[in-house]
């Protein structure tokens, strides 16, 4: 396993662990998500898209590696859950701002 910023850490963790208020308190206030072809941005909106992903998906996410590239962390992962070809793999891309992730893109 790689080492992982403790936000991104503590998001992988609090997703797996279906812990919602976990997950969203790594994130920044003003954070944004790009999922699924939607943005959001918000802490309100993030709370939302946790809840409905969780409901909906059931993810379980295992990071495979991880690595800093132009000031961002990449993450591989695996992601098995209610959908159709799970598992998948997922392309997770993290900004962080003082210690919180500012911005996540999944692809």
Request: net charge neutral.
């Amino acid at each position: 396993m790689t080492v992982l910023e403790t936000a991104i850490d503590r998001y992988f963790f609090a997703t797996n662990a279906r812990n919602n208020t976990l997950a969203a308190e790594c994130f920044d206030p003003d954070a944004s998500i790009f999922d699924e072809g939607k943005q959001l941005t918000g802490l309100e909106s993030i709370r939302h898209w946790l809840q409905q992903t969780q409901q909906k998906y059931q993810p379980v996410v295992q990071v495979l590696a991880a690595e800093r590239a132009y000031g961002e962390v990449w993450v591989k992962a695996n992601v098995s859950g209610r959908f159709q070809g799970s598992p998948i793999q997922l392309n997770y891309v993290f900004a962080l701002q003082d210690g919180k992730i500012s911005r996540l893109m999944i692809r």
